[in-house]
């Protein structure tokens, strides 16, 4: 009984939501296509507005082309980071021992 609730409560939600109206003029538009495509799944997408499959392989290519390039730049920034971070602490020592050097106390001669 509860799993009948259950269904009906989905059953509400997506039609409240317009999704029966969606599908159902989808479905429509491929039954009444003349000429049926090779892949219903693929028309029920671009109808739907999602991307066809060659666009999803685009994206998901230049998706990874550019996570290698992030890849790339991160470690590029982290050897700087490294190299500014060595050139801070040999300055700061340099600096260190030249003023130690000017607070020496001078001896006389």
Not at 35 to 62: C, I, N, R
Request: aromatic share 8%.
């Amino acid at each position: 009984m509860e799993k009948e609730a259950k269904k009906e409560a989905f059953r509400k939600y997506l039609e409240s939501s317009g999704v029966l109206d969606a599908l159902t003029k989808v479905l429509v538009a491929l039954y009444e296509q003349n000429d049926k495509p090779s892949s219903a799944v693929e028309f029920v997408q671009q109808k739907l507005g999602g991307p066809t499959l060659a666009e999803y392989e685009k994206v998901q290519a230049e998706f990874s082309d550019l996570q290698t390039r992030y890849n790339e730049l991160l470690a590029a920034h982290q050897e700087k980071c490294r190299e500014y971070d060595e050139l801070k602490v040999s300055h700061s020592q340099t600096s260190s021992k030249e003023t130690a050097k000017e607070e020496a106390p001078i001896e006389e001669l």
